[in-house]
């Protein structure tokens, strides 16, 4: 019995001492000398006090740096962190790394906390998740065009590309980073500087044409750093406050037999769609994830110039081409609606055969089925007339009359009949301009006069195909131009 009640005295001893020890662990959980520290950053080691997610379910890593035991309060069942309490450290410089994953949102966007707790301080991080209800949270296509101003086409830049398989070429250009390739057409490096121009100038669409192929390995890879430079471009429009829209540029263009570097395979030829479709698709794919959870001011546009196999401007000989446009441009917005997140519901662009807007090829485009409604437009591209915007030789139109004018009110009629009226599918003019800088500058900012005025009448927009500003030096050469375009719109 004398042995029974030493053990029991033995066994409150070393309970006493563990809660003491407790007590005393609890009591000093920091570590070192010095201030207590709490800070809460991202896997850049920035300080941040929110995280925005997509509708799609997702997870992001956050450190922790604190010289004090910790703990974490959730706000919301659809919440969760990878654990409820963790370490404090002395050394500055090591860190706690918690994951926070949150559940795919059907519905409106939500917000949720994470509090982390260390001793007597705290730091709350703010969760903020979009939803999926796409009248409730994205403009509609509608939308988007009320609040454009007027457009901007930044050309010959990220769209620029070569034959690197040609000795002729490579005698000149032997392309090492993407700012190369950025540049190989004559532009200067897009800066934000470039950028914020533009957009202070008025307009607040700025279209970033990109052409991938230069940029795919042998599986239609995107190469990172490629990757890496179109989002920093948009990143730029967008911090400008601007609309941005990148699309399938150069992919789609005319043909060239010679060209031996997988250049143009983007073709309007029902034949080839089998072996197009996935190369396509699996483009889209990488495209659309990386840009899944940008905002509403970001349009994808599926393709820009697409002809068929015999590099056909006009009328395809063959109807089977308009068939082979229509299934690319569902493929299109299936593959990106795939994605999830805001591609669920983001606006698509788009764009009937060669984006012409002859009767023919009007009347040859469907409107892809959309799980969405009224997130998808169509883009059309008018050099029109076109012996007056372009140099046309011993064609050339220096003078913008009636004639002009009579061709410019056809088209607007007929483009929205299809469109508007038949199809119920809001519409631009991606690309317009009168191009020719030899006309005389009286007749283009007549044009221009006219073009704005018909984008007023017909509630439409239009983009600029680059030109008017000098990049380079940041100079606005065809202010004349400019003023005539918003002077009417």
């Not at 001492?17 to 850049?44: F, H, K, P, W």
């Not at 890879?221 to 471009?233: H, I, L």
């Not at 007549?446 to 195909?465: D, E, I, P, S």
Request: proline fraction near 3%.
């Amino acid at each position: 019995m004398k042995r029974l009640i030493y053990s029991f005295s033995a066994i409150w001893m070393l309970l006493a001492v563990m809660a003491v020890s407790a007590c005393s662990d609890s009591n000093s959980s920091i570590y070192g000398s010095g201030e207590q520290r709490l800070t809460v950053t991202s896997l850049d080691t920035l300080a941040i006090e929110s995280l925005d997610f997509g509708s799609s379910a997702a997870s992001k890593m956050i450190g922790i740096n604190s010289n004090a035991d910790w703990d974490v309060e959730v706000s919301a069942d659809w919440v969760t962190t990878s654990a409820r309490a963790g370490y404090g450290y002395a050394y500055e410089t090591r860190m706690s790394w918690l994951r926070i994953d949150v559940e795919r949102n059907s519905g409106v966007p939500r917000t949720a906390t994470v509090t982390i707790k260390s001793g007597g301080l705290s730091r709350v991080i703010a969760i903020n998740q979009s939803g999926t209800n796409a009248d409730d949270t994205f403009e509609k296509a509608t939308e988007f065009i009320a609040n454009v101003k007027l457009g901007y086409n930044l050309g010959n830049t990220l769209e620029s590309n070569h034959d690197i398989t040609d000795p002729s070429v490579q005698s000149w250009f032997n392309p090492t980073t993407v700012y190369d390739w950025e540049t190989c057409w004559g532009q200067p490096r897009t800066t934000p500087e470039i950028i914020n121009t533009i957009a202070e100038r008025g307009f607040n669409l700025i279209r970033v044409p990109v052409t991938w192929f230069p940029h795919l390995d042998a599986d239609d890879n995107v190469d990172e750093a490629w990757m890496n430079r179109v989002e920093e471009v948009v990143n730029y429009v967008l911090d400008a406050g601007c609309y941005c829209i990148i699309n399938v540029h150069h992919d789609a263009s005319e043909p060239d037999a010679n060209r031996g570097d997988g250049a143009h395979w983007l073709v309007a030829d029902l034949s080839q769609y089998e072996t197009i479709s996935p190369r396509f698709k699996h483009l889209w794919q990488q495209i659309a994830e990386r840009f899944r959870d940008y905002g509403d001011r970001l349009l994808f546009e599926g393709i820009n110039e697409i002809i068929d196999e015999t590099g056909n401007w006009g009328n395809p000989a063959n109807a089977d081409a308009y068939t082979a446009v229509n299934r690319l441009m569902q493929d299109f917005v299936d593959v990106v609606r795939s994605t999830g997140g805001n591609n669920a519901f983001r606006n698509l662009v788009v764009n009937t055969y060669s984006a012409g807007h002859t009767q023919a090829k009007l009347n040859g485009f469907q409107a892809p089925s959309d799980q969405i409604p009224d997130h998808l437009l169509a883009s059309i591209h008018s050099y029109d007339p076109y012996n007056f915007c372009n140099d046309n030789g011993e064609w050339n139109v220096l003078a913008f009359d009636k004639s002009c004018t009579d061709e410019i009110d056809e088209m607007f009629t007929m483009i929205d009949k299809r469109f508007r009226q038949e199809l119920d599918l809001p519409y631009f003019y991606g690309e317009f301009g009168a191009l020719d800088e030899g006309k005389s500058m009286a007749e283009r900012v007549k044009y221009a006069t006219y073009m704005a005025q018909k984008f007023k009448a017909y509630n439409t927009v239009g983009l600029w195909w680059m030109g008017l500003l000098k990049r380079n030096t940041l100079e606005w050469y065809e202010d004349d131009i400019v003023t005539a375009l918003f002077d009417n719109i």
